[in-house]
């Protein structure tokens, strides 16, 4: 589709005020939003939106996912492989400043920034006569994807809901009350950009934006200009009277009155930008006469449902629902008994994942698909050290394979773009990405001489593809990712180069991300790289070809520099034995091969296993909302759920009290703050969650294998292994009690419990029910 609509749709009608139900799949409040991080999401992928909730206005901010600063554009620093020689050869000389000012200088991408994700507009509905106000109630039903408002207003009830439908592109905003005629409201839309103009006349009403080079504005250095303009247009359908005044729409007298708004820019793909949005916006007007809100809402949900409903979780114990979300949050932080809480987050990570990742749209990036920010916080780009791909770590894992094909559709044009990157500042085949990108595919290293030049972007979202092949066992998706998995390997069989002390081939020039500087040999890109080269190798022999690049790789991989145990009995982060056991920073990147990876663990290697362990003991539990989901994964894979449970109790803390430290933690609408908000901590803490209760990445399915006892009983069904398996089970008082294996690929499967493990042929289709003893049943 050329050009990506949103559509807002507000129906209001009458009918009687109904009470909502009390459920732990809602978070609710008692009071309207004051800020953006209290309103509530919705989203369908391709656009989203913020609900404030506000009585006497309501306030509905909107992004359209493709409104983003800059142009199409190559990053590559030209002639930038001349000085690698010499950059490298600083560093092996102990030269680090000069290494880095020589990377600044004659490396960084060109522009050295990236571009922004921008916010679209704003839709203002006024309600004048709602002033005082009584029985307030907002909610997020994630069962449904559906944002409700209740309150009572000059004794008349009011109710509102919205939703974003992804079957018709659409936001759709229902206000009800229990007094015909009782509705008088005014709308219009605005926007933050600085070149916008609105022209509203009788039931319509049109927003032209255009971001008018923010990134001059906010980076007067940055040369890169915008390009980009988007168009939204608005339609009142009401059965009310409606006078066009100013820049406002005003009903009066109404039973019920619908909005619908639609939006576009003329954005086409990463290299295209020829898009008409008018075009598109005169189709979307004369399109919304017709709409039927209850056929709206109806597909909505099952749409929504038809990802959503594939898998379910639950635990049992204390249950705090009762209490509003961000009362909840408190009360979690004083006393973390509150398993359903765990729960919740869980699914709201999958609400959050399914309204911001669909087939065919952008990939969720640093914030989801929501931005209110002109210059939001790094860009709201793609960063793809850690936070980029932590946002996908739950895709497989809970059911939601379909959302992960954004990323794909990224990894494989910043394929594309990474070729010429590799050519210019390396002189290698393949691709390379290095620590960031955004909606025009850069993958060049940008900002800063001692964070932007780290390598291994391309080596850690490759393995995004693998993983979707082996928890999906699609030989045929394989088959068409193989290029990319194996241009990424040949650029860093060709990049390597033997470390002049110790022989081994090292990774140089890069960094252990934000951490250290421009270095030789972090021990995280070694890690990755050995691990992509098994995968390609792996991949070769299911595939049956290049067989002749696979070995080259295999001589490789014993050549690369090894993990090492350093003095204080940690994993070292670099090649040389100078870690820090009172360093407490955010990233631990050398724990990588302990998770995403799995080349550390306690079957293989447990001293190795021990060193990592030790590292993040000197890391400690603080950190920043994602750093602390990472954690929660790596407390996991240690087998250690009660020590994983004291990360998801800083997790799921309030992020602004007053009282407490760290920071990290979560907003009062459970999003995740770095801070500020960043989504990749509630992706990567709903995945960790699910890690303590099932794992798979060493050739078997692990159950139970790192319960915490705060959740001691529960059941999870719809959960994903890889193997191309589907599980569902239960347990209680800590101990397992059933078990049932859906085989999607007729795979043999091996599942283990505690000290039991049983292995066992499967037929595609076929369902194998077990008992606590993992006795076939």
Request: charged share 20%; hydrophobic share 35%; with cysteine.
């Amino acid at each position: 589709m050329k050009n990506k609509i949103l559509i807002i749709a507000v129906l209001l009608c009458f009918v009687s005020n109904i009470a909502s139900p009390q459920s732990s799949s809602r978070l609710f409040y008692n009071e309207p939003a004051k800020k953006w991080e209290e309103a509530l999401p919705v989203g369908n992928g391709r656009l989203g939106a913020m609900v404030y909730g506000g009585v006497s206005q309501e306030h509905i901010q909107f992004n359209e996912e493709t409104l983003w600063t800059g142009e199409p554009r190559s990053y590559a620093h030209k002639g930038a492989k001349n000085y690698l020689g010499e950059i490298r050869q600083l560093l092996f000389d102990g030269k680090q400043v000069e290494a880095q000012e020589l990377m600044a200088e004659e490396f960084l991408s060109v522009p050295r920034n990236l571009m922004a994700y921008q916010p679209f507009g704003d839709l203002i509905i006024d309600f004048p006569t709602h002033k005082d106000f009584r029985n307030y109630r907002r909610e997020l039903d994630i069962e449904n994807a559906i944002s409700k408002v209740s309150y009572q207003a000059n004794g008349i009830n009011y109710t509102r809901e919205v939703f974003i439908s992804h079957p018709d592109q659409l936001i759709a905003v229902r206000l009800t009350t229990d007094k015909a005629g009782a509705l008088d409201f005014s709308v219009y839309m605005d926007s933050k950009h600085f070149k916008k103009s609105v022209i509203t006349y009788h039931d319509q009403q049109r927003l032209d934006v255009r971001p008018d080079s923010e990134a001059q504005r906010f980076d007067p250095s940055n040369p890169s200009k915008s390009v980009l303009w988007g168009q939204a247009g608005l339609k009142v359908i009401t059965d009310g009277e409606l006078t066009p005044k100013n820049k406002e729409i005003f009903v009066s007298g109404a039973s019920q009155a619908t909005i619908y708004l639609g939006a576009a820019t003329n954005f086409v793909n990463y290299q295209d930008i020829s898009g008409r949005p008018n075009a598109v916006i005169n189709r979307a007007l004369k399109k919304f006469a017709s709409l039927d809100y209850e056929r709206l809402r109806k597909d909505h949900i099952a749409d929504y449902q038809s990802l959503y409903n594939r898998f379910q979780i639950s635990f049992e114990g204390e249950n705090r629902s009762a209490f509003p979300t961000n009362e909840r949050i408190n009360q979690f932080w004083k006393d973390p008994d509150d398993p359903d809480f765990l729960a919740l987050y869980v699914q709201y990570g999958r609400y959050l994942m399914i309204s911001s990742s669909r087939t065919g749209s952008q990939p969720a990036n640093l914030q989801g698909i929501w931005n209110d920010k002109l210059n939001p916080p790094w860009k709201s780009k793609y960063t793809t050290n850690i936070n980029a791909e932590m946002n996908y770590w739950p895709a497989e894992l809970t059911n939601l394979s379909d959302c992960h094909e954004p990323f794909i559709k990224l990894i494989n044009e910043c394929a594309q773009s990474g070729e010429e990157v590799a050519r210019e500042h390396y002189d290698c085949n393949g691709w390379v990405l290095h620590h960031n990108t955004d909606i025009w595919r850069n993958t060049a290293p940008i900002s800063l001489p001692f964070i932007g030049p780290w390598i291994s972007g391309s080596g850690w979202v490759s393995h995004h593809l693998w993983e979707r092949y082996l928890f999906t066992q699609d030989e045929e998706f394989l088959r068409q990712e193989y290029p990319v998995i194996k241009k990424a390997a040949q650029f860093y069989s060709e990049f390597l180069i033997e470390d002049p002390e110790s022989g081994w081939l090292i990774s140089t020039p890069s960094n252990s991300p934000e951490i250290g500087g421009l270095v030789a040999g972090p021990t995280m890109d070694h890690q990755i790289i050995r691990s992509l080269f098994r995968v390609c190798i792996e991949a070769s022999e299911i595939l049956e070809t290049d067989q002749e690049f696979a070995n080259k790789l295999r001589e490789m991989i014993p050549q690369i520099a090894p993990n090492q145990i350093g003095k204080h009995g940690q994993l070292q982060e670099w090649l040389q034995d100078k870690d820090d056991p009172n360093e407490k920073h955010r990233h631990v990147s050398h724990l990588w091969a302990v998770h995403p990876g799995k080349d550390i663990n306690w079957d293989d290697n447990p001293e190795m296993m021990q060193a990592a362990k030790q590292s993040l003991l000197y890391r400690g539990d603080g950190g920043t909302g994602w750093s602390l989901a990472w954690k929660i994964n790596f407390w996991a894979r240690f087998q250690d759920g009660n020590h994983a449970y004291k990360l998801i109790h800083n997790l799921l803390s309030p992020a602004e009290h007053p009282e407490r430290k760290p920071k990290g933690g979560s907003y009062p609408n459970l999003w995740d703050a770095h801070p500020p908000f960043q989504i990749d901590g509630n992706f990567g803490g709903a995945a960790g969650i699910v890690e303590l209760l099932i794992q798979s990445h060493l050739n078997r399915i692990d159950i139970l294998p790192a319960l915490p006892d705060a959740i001691a009983t529960g059941f999870v069904s719809g959960v994903c292994a890889r193997g191309g398996f589907e599980l569902s089970f239960n347990w209680h008082n800590g101990e397992l009690q059933n078990v049932q294996v859906l085989s999607k690929a007729g795979k043999r499967c091996t599942l283990k419990y505690q000290n039991i493990i049983i292995a066992f042929e499967t037929e595609k289709g076929g369902t194998y029910s077990f008992d606590q003893q993992l006795k076939m049943k």
